[in-house]
């Protein structure tokens, strides 16, 4: 479902853990081990990327970063959720409008939104 180039892309950054899972009609980008902003817990965390128009379950944001793990901070984000997808919970936070572009600046754009958070 997502650009073969993208996936590569990330696979180059992220290692070749990097791969697509689907549940039902929603599609994600699967990220063992992402590396989370310093003084955020976790340090690593799997995260699944998705764009609204690959998982409707994206909820209207432009695109989502779900975390395995619920990260702490010293300030906890808005809006921090947890969601069932493929039978395990996930969390995200609550960071919308983040531009489409090649999805490594996509990925780094919605980690920034824990900056302010840790």
Same mark, same amino acid.
């Given at each position: 479902?997502?650009?073969?180039?993208? $996936?590569?892309?990330?696979?180059? $950054?992220?290692? #070749?853990?990097? #791969? #697509?899972?689907? &549940?039902?009609q &929603?599609?994600?980008? /699967?990220?063992?081990?992402?590396?989370?902003?310093?003084?955020?817990?976790?340090?690593?965390?799997?995260?699944? /990327?998705?764009?609204q128009?690959?998982?409707?379950?994206?909820?209207?944001?432009?695109?989502?970063?779900?975390?395995?793990?619920?990260? !702490?901070?010293? =300030?906890?984000?808005?809006? /921090?959720?947890?969601?069932l997808?493929? !039978?395990?919970?996930?969390? !995200?936070?609550? =960071?919308?409008?983040?531009?489409?572009?090649?999805?490594?600046?996509?990925?780094?754009?919605?980690?920034?939104?824990?900056?302010? !958070?840790?």
């Amino acid at each position: 479902m997502y650009p073969p180039d993208q $996936i590569e892309l990330l696979r180059s $950054i992220y290692g #070749e853990g990097v #791969e #697509e899972r689907s &549940d039902g009609q &929603d599609h994600y980008i /699967f990220i063992p081990g992402l590396k989370m902003p310093q003084g955020c817990t976790p340090e690593r965390t799997d995260a699944l /990327f998705c764009l609204q128009s690959f998982a409707p379950s994206c909820g209207g944001y432009t695109s989502r970063l779900f975390l395995r793990d619920r990260v !702490a901070s010293p =300030h906890i984000p808005n809006n /921090f959720s947890s969601y069932l997808i493929a !039978a395990e919970t996930w969390h !995200a936070y609550s =960071h919308n409008n983040v531009q489409h572009g090649p999805y490594p600046e996509m990925i780094m754009n919605h980690l920034r939104g824990l900056l302010v !958070a840790c």
